[in-house]
């Protein structure tokens, strides 16, 4: 079944505690995407990869880091969360060609609280 | 720079009548529009999209969206509400052929039985 995983699905953590939020995808994508999801204010994206090794700034960057060894992989790096970190984040992928050309597919959500 | 509007936050709708939900956009280029639905706990999925084709647009689940680009607008529409049709909608942009996509805040539909 083509899907975006990703793990933890619910994370409660402490301020300070570096953290790695997983995200894979099985459709072959080039383009990876990060967003957070906040009451009233939708989604708003944190990174990108346009492929391999490839990375950008979304609107909301501060506090977060990414890397794209492969292209099944794009995992969030929290390397210092704090509690304005707590949301709901999703990560997408989109295949850059064909049918689904500029649709993107996302995962299920991890809920991360941080105290 | 692109930007959207979603122009309520919250509509009510009772079983069967129609639904209108409202997105205005802002963008320089030539746009891709959107339309996801999030049901409750649940990750979101497309419902519709536009991407210079045909200006009437459907969509899953009966939904349907008219790309306006005189009124810059791209209004969602059922024409006859179900109770499974309650979730929080939302409206994207993005420039064609880019990698940033701009989130509305959301719209949540309430179906009243």
């Known amino acids: 079944e083509a899907q975006v995983t990703q793990n933890p699905r619910y994370l409660i953590t402490v301020t300070g505690k570096k953290l790695t939020v997983t995200c894979s995808q099985n459709?072959?994508?080039?383009?990876m995407s990060w967003y957070r999801q906040d009451p009233g204010l939708g989604l708003r994206q944190i990174y990108y990869?346009?492929?391999?090794?490839?990375?950008d700034k979304g609107d909301v960057p501060e506090g977060y880091k990414v890397s794209r060894k492969e292209k099944r992989n794009f995992p969030l790096i929290l390397e210092s969360p704090s509690p304005n970190q707590t949301s709901l984040y999703f990560c997408?992928?989109?295949?850059?060609?064909?049918?689904?050309?500029?649709?993107?597919?996302f995962g299920p959500g991890t809920r991360l609280t941080v105290l | 720079a692109q930007s959207v509007t979603q122009l309520d936050s919250h509509v009510s709708v009772s079983e069967g009548t129609p639904v209108l939900l409202r997105c205005n956009y802002s963008?320089?280029?030539?746009?891709?529009l959107f339309w996801y639905v999030q049901h409750p706990n649940k990750g979101l999925q497309l419902l519709l999209k536009?991407?210079?084709?045909?200006?009437l647009v459907k969509g899953i689940n009966g939904f349907e969206a008219e790309f306006k680009k005189s009124e810059t607008s791209f209004h969602l529409t059922k024409p006859s509400a179900h109770m499974s049709d309650a979730a929080e909608y939302f409206c994207?942009?993005?420039?064609?052929?880019?990698?940033?996509?701009?989130f509305g805040t959301g719209t949540r539909l309430k179906v009243l039985a």
């Open positions: 994207v942009v993005s420039r064609t052929g880019t990698y940033k996509y701009i």
């Open positions: 459709m072959n994508h080039e383009y």
């Open positions: 990869s346009m492929n391999v090794e490839v990375t």
């Open positions: 536009y991407t210079s084709a045909a200006t």
């Open positions: 997408a992928s989109r295949d850059p060609a064909g049918e689904h050309y500029n649709e993107q597919f």
């Open positions: 963008s320089s280029y030539s746009p891709s």
